[in-house]
């Protein structure tokens, strides 16, 4: 099993990609390939005029990136109250076609952190809801990290673990999902075949 | 299958004329009614049973973007419940008034449901056949069937109704 991790902070110690290492460990730990996506800056702003076949290198990459993973697992924090505005343009390229997507029935789980008390709650709500519109199979469970920059030790890994409890408990859910629809998709391949 | 079943339907097999069928669905949606229905049908009344069912994918509303979030997990989950079904396990008639006992299976889920609605008496259509017809009507809660998806109003209230009116017409003709 391969699970695809999308940060929606794009900066080099961004607190959600430190978050998606941590989630990365856990899953590695159960024998599930983890990468976290790199190259979420280079997608260009949405334009249906480029939305054509071939499409732009970068927003290829990402959705080849999606539809080759079993399960995609993200973590936002939160901009002006809801999610970074290239986290929703990816969205935006990745819910293309509609109906036939590299997101549509595609397992996904939702976390965040955020440097406030709240832990990028609204983001996760916004991004739930957006990916759920997409066509994914939004997973539940949320893990809203505040206080971030106090969250985490030299070596990256979370100081508090209740938290990582409630990260684990989300990537046990996303296995699950994944495991589901492998399984449903080879009852259908069964059916068909 | 009692033999006053039997007796409320005409007897015999009777099979969907497709083209001349409609299966949908109603609901309450902000300040007025959402209608959709299924292209690709099935019904049947066979021996005093009715059943019928839609393809999902085959989901007819006014805009692509929603007939494919229609499909998604937020609703109908296309992927994993292709279809939605339907069987009587009784029917009771009143003159042309029919209450039809039996139930739905919808995103996996089955419940029971009473239908309401009317039955014609068979008439010869222009192709040497005879036919009837069947109106029909069941509301169901969507949230028992784990079919949640809402969106809050600015006061508060829920965008979506949970409850959805089920509506067929079926034109049935009889099978030799």
Redo the contacts between chains.
Sequence with gaps: MRVLGISGSLRRESHNTKLLRVAGEMFEADGVEFEIYEGLKLVPPYDEDDDRDPAPAAVARLRQAVAGADAVFFSTPEYNASIPGQLKNAIDWLSRP??SSAL??KPVAVIGASTGMFGAVWAQAELRKSL???????VEGEVPVGHAHTRFDEDGGLNDPNIAEQVRDVVDTLTGAADTAHE?EMRREAVAA | MSTTEAQVVPAGTWAVDKVHSHIGFAVNYMAGTFTGSFSDLEAELRDGTLRGSARVSSIQVKDPNLAAHLQAPDFFDTERHPEITFESDDIRRGGEHLTIDGEITLKGHTEPVEITGVITDPIQDPYGGERLGLKLEAKIDRTKFGVNWNNPLPSGEPALADEVTLIAELQLSKQA
């Excluded at chain 1, 759920?132 to 939004?138: D, K, L």
């Design positions: 509609i109906g549509t029935n759920a519109t997409a066509g994914a199979r939004v449903a």
